[in-house]
């Protein structure tokens, strides 16, 4: 007969996609993950994945604290589902099923899922979750951590800086850190500052991982580009042609870049060919088109459709935006007293929070999987296990990041903030924090590819899968 003091460990791990985003994008990684730890560990410990399935499509609209709080609930039942099992399960003729528990604990977010994973973190050691289940692996893929970053003299990111706050709502907001005014009554922070405070919880809770490791695309990601992804404020692979840096791929991951070093000279490069030269107009003009007729007339269209297709997206993107103010106030009305809870403990920085979100989580701690200690199945009797410290791989090392001995003008850095070389300092202390930069080069942009996000529609996304090998190896059980 099984003895109730023992159980099948389970350890959790969670996946968030980004923004726009579905499961389906952080699938693969998933499947990886589950492929490489199918089998039970030496210690008995077995892997269960969630990948987070509410907080989908224009649902991250609504800000990186509403899509956590969605990912909590989705963490709270999927425990309690786990660890019902063994009773639901049991027969007559078998009465007494193998019991399991979460004892262990990881999570890794792509784009704006690393972000609301950053807040997950958050919450769960406030709420003293980690007392219980053990954080072991957390992982950020493409994330903007410093929000997204500006470049001097391009009209696209002063665009985007100017519009962005307007047509994503909350999480637009958030993004630019145009958000202060939504927490303490004006008086607050933006979020992304909030989070990387060391006297946060969220500071706090993600120090507690065993493995951090925030992994970034060098070149080519048009969304989320190296700085912010990787917290560094200077860009190395910036003009990377020009400077003809030299890059060494991992020869088991590629396109993990396993090291990278400045030329001792610059390379000499053929004259570049000016776009929209009236030279080259006039050359484009008077070429005979390979077209056919009904392919050459909407050739010439494109000066009306271009600007009618960026209407209908900023017209997407503004119907969204009002939609997701609409569900905001409807949640927040719906929920004033745990509302009031989080923004207290997220603006009052300078004590402990523990107090407030007890208090906004006492209502359930009887029924609670994220509860009680002493309540929870995953209680502290757990089974003495060998230590599972040794990673299956190894892990990239790089230098401290210097400005190149012979910058070239086409290495244009981003325009970094105070905050936001703020936040990388604050960031870049985090206990155990690894790195990990992605060279995927010929793509028009990359941030899709680094996840494999859609592979059933471009074949080209696998170019990514060490990627995701390269994180399914470290993983540590």
Avoid at 63 to 90: F, L, T
Avoid at 405 to 423: G, R, Y
Avoid at 437 to 465: K, P, S, Y
């Amino acid at each position: 007969m099984t003895s109730k003091n023992f159980f099948t460990q389970v350890h959790l791990l969670v996946c968030v996609h980004g923004m726009w985003g579905e499961p389906s994008h952080v699938a693969r990684l998933a499947e990886i993950v589950k492929e490489t730890h199918s089998a039970p560990e030496e210690d008995g410990v077995e892997l269960d994945v969630l990948v987070a399935e509410t907080n989908r499509d224009e649902n991250t609209y609504d800000g990186i604290d509403w899509g956590a709080e969605r990912v909590i609930e989705e963490i709270k039942a999927r425990i309690a589902s786990i660890e019902n099992s063994a009773a639901m399960s049991s027969t007559a003729e078998q009465p007494e099923q193998p019991r399991r528990k979460v004892t262990r604990f990881s999570i890794f977010g792509y784009s704006l899922g690393g972000l609301v994973s950053r807040y997950t973190v958050g919450i769960l050691y406030a709420t003293k979750f980690f007392d219980a289940v053990k954080p072991i692996n957390f992982a950020t893929i493409a994330t903007p951590h410093i929000g997204l970053t500006r470049y001097s003299g391009s009209f696209l990111s002063k665009m985007t800086h100017a519009l962005g706050p307007l047509l994503l709502s909350r999480t637009g907001k958030q993004f630019y850190a145009k958000d202060k005014d939504d927490w303490g009554g004006g008086q607050g922070k933006p979020l992304v500052e909030v989070m990387s405070e060391k006297d946060s919880v969220f500071f706090e809770g993600l120090s507690q991982f065993k493995h951090i490791i925030f992994v970034g695309n060098a070149i080519d990601d048009l969304t989320v580009p190296f700085a912010t992804a990787c917290v560094e404020p200077y860009d190395p692979f910036s003009g990377h042609v020009e400077s003809g840096i030299e890059v060494q791929l991992d020869e088991q991951y590629a396109p993990i870049i396993k090291s990278f070093k400045y030329p001792d000279t610059l390379p000499v490069l053929p004259p570049r060919r000016r776009m929209f030269s009236i030279t080259g107009l006039k050359a484009w003009w008077n070429a005979p088109s390979g077209l056919p007729p009904p392919l050459q007339l909407l050739y010439i269209s494109l000066p009306i459709l271009i600007p009618t297709f960026i209407l209908l997206i900023i017209g997407n993107f503004t119907w969204n935006s009002l939609k997701s103010k609409k569900r905001i106030r409807l949640l927040e009305a719906r929920e004033t007293d745990n509302r009031s809870a989080i923004v207290k403990f997220v603006n009052n920085l300078e004590h402990r929070v523990e107090d407030a979100v007890v208090e906004m989580m006492e209502d359930e701690s009887t029924q609670n999987p994220l509860g009680d200690v002493e309540k929870n199945p995953t209680t502290s009797r757990l089974p003495t296990s060998p230590d599972r410290s040794k990673a299956r791989r190894h892990s990239v090392t790089y230098p401290p990041i210097i400005p190149p001995p012979n910058p070239v003008p086409s290495a244009v850095q981003p325009a970094l903030t105070p905050l936001q070389l703020q936040i990388i300092n604050n960031l870049n202390q985090l206990p155990r924090l690894r790195k990990a930069f992605v060279w995927l080069d010929g793509l028009r942009n990359t941030h899709a590819t680094i996840i494999c996000r859609d592979l059933h529609a471009f074949e080209f996304h696998r170019r990514g899968e060490g990627v995701l090998r390269y994180l399914a190896d470290g993983f540590e059980m």
